[in-house]
């Protein structure tokens, strides 16, 4: 057992992060001590001293390790008792050090090094250069320079967007059927269909009520979901129209709409989105192999999803984004590769490239487990590494980057873009840097306050996750809104 003790200060969130990042499992915390089960037994305590030093010692167990294996702590806070680097806030120091301690007795690495937040960028826009991220966070260098490249990417993108803009987001939390891997709050359409045309009046409503209280100037729009596109025609003709009647809506800067599943794409709903002058939407095959689209419970195949392809392309539709995911359950990196290949063969405008989040299997044995996830990081390393190499041939560019808290290995999900095609709406979201209005059940609106300097305070509006208590409270969560982005 590890206990690690917290004195002077109370970044338990951040100490949690790491040993969740190194083992695996979320930690306890009780009263200023954080628990982890490791195959040691030690006590650490991670100390802030006034003025704001920080030191991570040991004061009991933890194995004795020769000098070449305690290679991190050697590169991360040199042979002495750590040093708090200079201009790091306390909880990323607090990070670092932990983590430079323990990695090199649990044997394990993370490829972001200490770096658990969803912006690795946001931290390379403070570095001078991709060897800072090595030196000082541990982050692999290919990572380093993954995080660099995207960086560019990310602040063009900012450049050309007003900081006092607004976002908007309309969630359709609904699917044909639930893929094994979800982990958002969508609910299966065929159980809801009653359900349908009272959520998208709702959504109408709360659009209506809301918009005409809003002063800031509106750039994008994001209509997501779920899958939009699971509405039938004459609903989705409905909920298209009823959003670009809105004043507000007709001069924006960009219109993206998710047609993320294949076998609910028609070409009547394509027309309705053209008539409203939208040509950027995505299809999201996740892979073509359609051994693993049925493993993961998605009801299309990959013919599925290139016959969508070609309808839309055939359409007219100028932006195409396209998804994929690294690790899917059984899938070998072959398989990967190979759905690459053809998605890079359409030459859609954008290719996101995600890292499956972990699931726990319970009917394995703890070293079936064990052996299973070794099998699973190398699989990890060859699709991401073979889709970095392969995009950059085909002349892809990174633009945006995040991270979600356990996916395999702690990689990343990637967007990447040909030519100047970025999805606006991507990085305003994932930069925390612009305000977001979300509509529709499970959505978070935050607003942005500039603040000195680089810094930003961001506060957060949520809304009624469940379709039918949410289309209930519909005037209710408007009137939070509009009071929201009021004050
Ligand atoms: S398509 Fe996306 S939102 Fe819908 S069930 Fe699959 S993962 Fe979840």
Known sequence: MLQIRLTGHS????????????????????????????????????????GKEVLTEVLSGFPDLSLEKRCIREMLLGPEEPVTKDGLSVSREVKRQLYALLCDALEKRSPWGSLTGIRPTQVASEASGPSDLTRIYGVREDKAKLAFSTKEGEEQVLSASDPGSLHIYIGIPFCPSRCAYCSFVAQEAPRKRDLLPSYVDAVLKEIDLVLPHITFPIETLYIGGGTPTVLDEELFSRLIQGVFSRPELKALKEICVEAGRPDTITEGKLQTLLSCGITRICINPQTLCNETLARVGRKHTAEDFESAFAMARKMGFSVINTDLIAGLPGESAEEFCESLRRIISLEPENITVHSLSKKRRSDLSREEIVRQEEEDLSKMEEMLGYSYRALSEAGYKPYYLYKQKDTLGGHENVGYQKGDTPCIYNVAMMSDQRSVLSFGAGGMSKRIYPQEGNHVRIERCACIKEPTQYIRDVEEMAKRKISFFSE
């Open 11 to 50: 970044h338990d969130y951040p100490i949690c992060d790491v040993v969740r990042l190194l083992t695996g499992v979320i930690p306890k915390y009780e009263e200023g001590n954080v628990w982890a089960q490791v195959p040691f037994e030690a006590v650490i305590e991670s100390k802030v001293i006034p």
